[in-house]
């Protein structure tokens, strides 16, 4: 199976509950509050919570995208404090990298659907955040854009936005008005094209002990353009 788990396959949950009511660009086919109900009908056994890293359980190519995000993670995201609030889940080993080799339209749904539901259902005390890593098919940074549009509007279709949001990275990430060579697309380029699991509940109650939370982003900027484009491009050299 090409998509994993910490290196482990995760069952897939067909022929039943929610998953067979997919249609061609939606979640769910039911309407209003349904989503939800849909989504909570999968069997609790067929999700397994898995948030270490074992390095035996992974292919060796699996090894390295695990890996190299957790060096990026560490060394730009945790290193330059590009987000204040990594730096716990990452120290607690709580976040959950699911890695995915696939490519058609139903197997990154299928896989994205699982990892919705694994984060949902597991105690954040466990997966506190989910990292969604795609190693084929998605290098062009447009094609990317389109999947996370898409995989936004399933999230809306099944009304859990208010329990998930989603947060982008790529190699070649660009903010959109920004000049093509300017150093604020590397807060964003990741080793991979990557989208995050982030708890809505959890985010909420970090960002109410932030003063200014849009200072983020700018105190980034800031801090990329002081350490120079060398340096930035040394610790992310897939973003050059």
């Known amino acids: 199976m090409g998509c994993t788990a910490n290196g482990s396959s995760v069952p897939l949950a067909t ?52 890996k190299n995000t957790r060096r990026w993670l ?47 259902e597991a105690d954040e005390n466990e997966i506190a955040t989910s990292l969604l890593i795609f190693t084929q098919g998605l290098g062009d940074f447009y094609e990317y854009l389109a999947v996370l549009d898409w995989f936004q509007k399933i999230l809306e279709t099944a009304e859990l936005t208010d329990l998930v949001q989603l947060a982008s990275f790529h190699p070649q990430y660009q903010f959109e008005g920004v000049a093509a060579d300017d150093l604020s697309h590397f807060t964003n380029r990741s080793p991979y094209p990557t989208i ?30 002081q350490l120079g484009r060398r340096q930035v491009e040394a610790l992310c050299p897939w973003g050059k």
């Not at 995050?196 to 990329?224: C, F, G, S, W």
Request: net charge neutral; hydrophobic share 40%.
């Open 15 to 66: 022929g039943e509950g929610w998953y067979d009511a997919i249609d061609g660009c939606g979640f769910c086919k039911q309407i209003g509050n349904m989503g939800r109900i849909c989504f909570k009908l999968v069997r609790q056994e067929r999700i397994k919570h898995i948030n270490t890293f074992g390095p035996t359980t992974l292919s060796i190519a699996h090894q390295d995208v695990v």
């Open 196 to 225: 995050h699991l982030l708890r809505q509940d959890q985010m909420t109650k970090v960002l109410a002990n932030v003063l200014n939370p849009e200072k983020i982003y700018l105190d980034n900027i800031k801090r990329l353009n």
């Open 74 to 120: 560490e060394q730009m995201v945790v290193g330059l404090n590009l987000c204040p609030f990594s730096s716990s889940v990452i120290a607690r080993d709580q976040v959950h990298y699911a890695i995915c080799d696939d490519t058609t339209d139903a197997q990154l749904k299928q896989f994205y659907v699982n990892e919705l539901q694994r984060l949902i």
